[in-house]
């Protein structure tokens, strides 16, 4: 979710924090792909599960990605499936700006239906402009998310799809900076960070155009209602229909 804040690009700078980071997630990467012996490159998809295929049971990869807001950021993911029907992923990201965890659990309810549930926790430190300069201030947010999955067997159209998922940001109140002016007085600068609540849902169908293309397309819809406490001029509520296509 956006914050109603005008954010910078934090500039890239190399510390023992970076170090350390990088240190950590190889050293789990290398751990994790020493005990799940059957752990392959293909373990790392984990945001797109095929709970009906069971040729990949189990796997764990990690690595390191450069962001151009956070940093140097970890990634650590993980895929469970402990049979035809069920399914777990996991994803752990680190770095010294940011903190992500994220869990899917995939089940199907028959041979033709299909659910996922997921769950997230971010935590990041970002750059926030005010009137009396910027200021770098850790902030939260968690997520939930559901979508269902109806298999189509035989047809143009392989399968249809329904979801959403609300995320709620914490707000953060800052203390009040006085400001001198010319004239003798003061002015007083009210900080604060305002967090908000995000629901949105989205549909899919997904198109076979030719023997391995498959196009998903489908409509969005998305309500930001923003907590804050003072007046704003703009970044005000937002709602709007939109739409997605991709291609696989």
């Known amino acids: ?12 700078s190399v510390n023992y924090k970076v170090i350390l980071s990088l240190l950590i997630f190889y050293f ?11 752990a392959n490159s293909r373990s790392g998809a984990v945001q797109n599960i095929e709970i009906s ?4 049971s189990k796997g764990i990869s ?20 402990w049979s035809e029907d069920k399914a777990v992923a996991l994803e752990l990201d680190g770095g ?30 970002l750059d926030f402009d005010f009137y ?8 939260q947010q968690g997520a939930v998310g559901a979508s269902y999955e109806y298999l189509l067997k035989g047809g143009v159209i392989k399968n249809v799809a329904v979801g959403g998922h609300y995320s709620h940001a914490q707000s953060k109140d800052l203390p009040n900076i006085m400001i001198p002016e010319s004239n003798g007085g003061y ?3 009210q900080r604060r960070i305002a967090g908000g609540n995000d629901l949105n849902g989205n549909a899919e169908a997904a198109i076979q155009l030719w023997k391995d293309g498959v196009v998903a397309l489908g409509p969005d819809y998305d309500q930001v209602h ?21 291609l696989e």
């Open 187 to 189: 002015l007083i600068d």
């Open 28 to 38: 789990l990467g290398e751990v994790c792909f020493a005990v799940v012996t059957d």
């Open 53 to 56: 295929s069971p040729q990949q």
């Open 226 to 246: 923003y907590n804050t406490k003072y007046e704003i001029q703009d970044g005000q509520n937002a709602q709007g229909l939109g739409g997605h296509i991709r």
């Open 62 to 81: 990690s690595s390191v990605q450069q962001d151009t807001l956070l940093g140097l950021v970890g990634q650590l993911k993980s895929f469970f499936s």
């Open 132 to 139: 009396s300069g910027d200021t770098m201030q850790w902030v």
């Open 96 to 125: 010294p700006r940011v903190f992500r965890g994220n869990g899917t659990y995939g089940f199907a309810l028959d041979d033709n239906t299909r659910v996922k549930l997921t769950a997230e926790y971010l935590r990041e430190s």
């Open 1 to 12: 979710m956006r914050k109603i804040v005008n954010r910078r690009l934090a500039k890239l």
